[in-house]
């Protein structure tokens, strides 16, 4: 199948999750097209078939990708290391993986240098796998408390990573978790977060993410293909 026509198949499966539930997200659900590992050509195509958001879990090969790709919409959905902040200063529309104070202290002293902000997602790590980054659920309400602390952070909502040992009905319990955590602190008076966003699902499961709530998706192998094996360290 082409990238056209895998993009066209996962957006009509889009709009059926979002017809299923009453969960779904009425308004746009955000397609991030996940190009870890992929060449240029095929970022390309996927440019030419209309796709404009598009997602990298390393910094290096976001920076390397944003560089030919400078006119299209970059998120960083993996882990960011304090050392390697600077690179993506002015680089990046969103950072789906903050999680600590002491990352967020870093973006806010990078970022004041720029006089800039920078939206973020934070991290939750709902099933508690010691294997994954993020935040415990009970973490989340002074986590965004500390926030208020940074100015440069524009916190807009959550994400999560799903079990890869998880299928199908399995992952549901998550994705309603996360969903029922940002309701939760939706509620309270948080004047320097705007919680609205909720990324999570991925090309097995993000059918079901829509169903839960999610307004962004990050998939990559249901548009792509296997992946390459050109940047793998």
Avoid at 48 to 64: D, M, P, S, T
Avoid at 144 to 156: E, K, S
Wanted: with cysteine; aromatic share 6%; net charge neutral.
């Amino acid at each position: 199948m082409s990238i056209q026509l895998a993009l066209q198949q996962v957006r009509q499966n889009i709009l059926l999750a979002q017809e299923k539930s009453p969960y779904a997200m009425r308004g746009e659900v955000k397609l991030l097209a996940v190009s870890k590992t992929q060449p240029v050509e095929r970022i390309a195509e996927a440019c030419h078939a209309g796709q404009k958001i598009f997602a990298e879990n390393r910094v290096q090969e976001l920076v390397e990708k944003q560089q030919v790709f400078p006119n299209v919409s970059w998120h960083l959905i993996g882990h960011l290391q304090t050392n390697k902040v600077r690179h993506i200063v002015n680089k990046i529309e969103l950072l789906h993986s903050l999680e600590s104070i002491g990352l967020a202290d870093e973006l806010q002293k990078r970022l004041s240098v720029f006089e800039t902000v920078l939206p973020v997602l934070i991290q939750v790590n709902i099933a508690e796998e010691q294997s994954k980054y993020g935040l415990a659920p009970n973490e989340v309400s002074d986590f965004l408390d500390a926030l208020a602390d940074f100015p440069a952070l524009q916190v807009q909502g959550l994400m999560t990573i799903g079990p890869l040992t998880a299928q199908g009905e399995e992952i549901r319990p998550i994705f309603r978790e996360l969903r029922r955590l940002l309701q939760q602190e939706k509620k309270r008076y948080l004047p320097h977060t705007a919680l609205h966003h909720l990324s999570m699902g991925m090309s097995g499961d993000y059918m079901i993410a829509v169903e839960e709530g999610a307004t962004m998706v990050r998939v990559g192998s249901s548009i792509f293909g296997a992946r390459s094996v050109m940047y793998d360290s």
